[in-house]
């Protein structure tokens, strides 16, 4: 496989980001996972993590050195994700459990697969625009199917906020599967959290994805959201794909074929409140609380 990679993610005016991402590959295939953590600070974050890294658990473990079935792979790692964020809130004793989107995608023999439950998008852009792009799982987007309200005006609308679809929770999660989607050079996956895409219009997205290199164009949608959202807007993450990409100076450029059967390359970010924000104790805190949950649920899971 030849393609180019990156991801980012940033705070926005929130005080904490419960964005979580992620992304694992083998020789012969690929996995992007993007979680937007919901509930309140910290468990949401762990509703996040939990699930981002239950995905790139189970990916490494099926992979040899491809799945054998992506769709099928995909909807059972997501509902196992769901049930540990269930019993995480169970031997924490909390009144509620935490609730995370996600979006997970699998690529490989130039094929692409994915799954989503919430509100948090993937886009698939060709050199002609938009070939498709995750159906929200939104109060808004309900309104805007029924035709009350247009597709621009969801984004500033009163219940932008609420989603219907999620991890975590008594509501067994509809986990919306896609079908296989044949890839070409220079195709662009977008996965993003609604910090980002709420900012931006399809267009600019499309546009700015197919003039610059995959780190500047992410990077640039990041501050032209982050920007426009101003000092209260949401956290944003990304996690963008150019597929077998050729380009000579992009530094994001990934090539497996030297890569031996069952090795993984794995990307994971945990982020954790910063100390200007909490008293030092809590810092601890939250970090020990954080890893040792993670850590926990490795154990159990494997």
Not at 92 to 97: D, G, M, Q, T
Not at 106 to 132: C, E, K, M, P
Not at 191 to 216: H, M, N, V, Y
Request: proline share 3%; glycine share 6%.
């Amino acid at each position: 496989m030849r393609f180019s990679i990156y991801q980012a993610s940033r705070q926005g005016g929130r005080r904490y980001n419960q964005d979580r991402i992620a992304y694992s590959y083998s020789r012969d295939a690929l996995l992007m996972v993007i979680a937007d953590g919901m509930g309140g600070h910290l468990h949401g974050e762990i509703a996040a993590q939990l699930t981002v890294k239950i995905l790139a658990e189970a990916f490494q473990r099926h992979t040899r050195p491809k799945l054998r079935d992506p769709t099928s792979f995909l909807y059972g790692a997501i509902q196992r994700a769901h049930d540990s964020i269930n019993d995480y809130a169970r031997k924490e004793n909390l009144a509620e459990a935490p609730h995370t989107t996600c979006v997970a995608c699998v690529i490989q023999d130039d094929t692409a697969w994915w799954a989503h439950v919430g509100d948090s998008r993937l886009y698939l852009f060709s050199d002609n625009g938009l070939v498709s792009r995750t159906h929200d799982h939104s109060t808004v987007q309900q309104l805007c199917d029924e035709g009350l309200i247009t597709e621009e005006e969801m984004k500033n609308h009163a219940e932008r906020n609420k989603v219907y679809n999620c991890l975590g929770g008594y509501l067994v999660p509809e986990i919306e599967l896609s079908r296989p989607i044949p890839l070409t050079e220079r195709d662009n996956i977008l996965i993003c959290t609604d910090g980002l895409w709420s900012q931006l219009t399809t267009e600019q997205i499309a546009t700015t994805l197919k003039q610059f290199p995959l780190a500047r164009a992410i990077e640039f949608l990041m501050d032209h959201a982050e920007l426009r959202a101003g000092r209260h807007g949401d956290n944003l993450s990304a996690i963008g794909v150019t597929w077998e990409s050729h380009q000579v100076n992009d530094g994001q450029a990934v090539s497996t074929v030297a890569m031996p059967v069952n090795t993984f390359t794995t990307k994971m970010d945990v982020f954790v409140p910063s100390a200007a924000d909490l008293a030092e104790d809590e810092v601890e805190r939250v970090i020990a609380e954080i890893q040792n949950t993670i850590k926990k649920f490795s154990d159990d899971n494997r």
